[in-house]
């Protein structure tokens, strides 16, 4: 089941991308899957069934890319499968490696 249930409202185009994803909040850590990316979000399958309305800490790796990158981020979708629970992400900010990771797919032209 995709995520194209949910209504496209993003401002930014996304990039598809399946990387393991640890959700850490006040109830512990569930371990998601990404199964796209934006600038601003990502879309997640997760192991859990719990409805997240705080703000959660996500930690991940970007192929390429040194280093964890690691966002506060809220959910602003989440619906429950019969096995998996798919829901959708803001983050709070756009961390600097993941902006360096978005400019290295679409490198800006150089001007001399």
Same mark, same amino acid.
Request: hydrophobic content about 40%.
């Given at each position: 089941?995709?995520?194209?249930?949910?209504?496209?409202?993003?401002?930014?185009?996304?990039?598809?991308?399946?990387?393991?994803?640890?959700?850490?909040?006040?109830?512990?850590? +569930?371990?998601? @899957?990404? $199964?796209?990316?934006?600038?601003? =979000?990502?879309?997640?399958?997760?192991?859990?069934?719990? #409805?997240? *309305?705080?703000?959660?800490?996500?930690?991940?790796?970007?192929?390429?890319?040194?280093?964890?990158?690691?966002?506060?981020?809220?959910? +602003?979708?989440? @619906?429950? $499968?019969?096995?998996?629970?798919? =829901?959708?992400?803001?983050?709070?900010?756009?961390?600097? #490696?993941? *902006?360096?990771?978005?400019?290295?797919?679409?490198?800006?032209?150089?001007?001399?």
């Amino acid at each position: 089941m995709s995520l194209s249930i949910f209504p496209d409202r993003r401002r930014n185009s996304r990039v598809p991308l399946v990387i393991s994803v640890r959700e850490r909040s006040e109830n512990g850590v +569930v371990m998601c @899957v990404a $199964t796209d990316i934006s600038p601003c =979000g990502m879309a997640l399958k997760r192991a859990s069934d719990t #409805l997240m *309305e705080k703000p959660v800490m996500l930690d991940f790796q970007l192929p390429g890319m040194e280093g964890v990158v690691s966002v506060p981020a809220r959910f +602003v979708r989440q @619906v429950q $499968t019969a096995s998996v629970q798919l =829901g959708a992400v803001a983050f709070e900010r756009t961390p600097e #490696l993941l *902006e360096r990771w978005f400019s290295s797919l679409h490198p800006q032209p150089s001007i001399t």
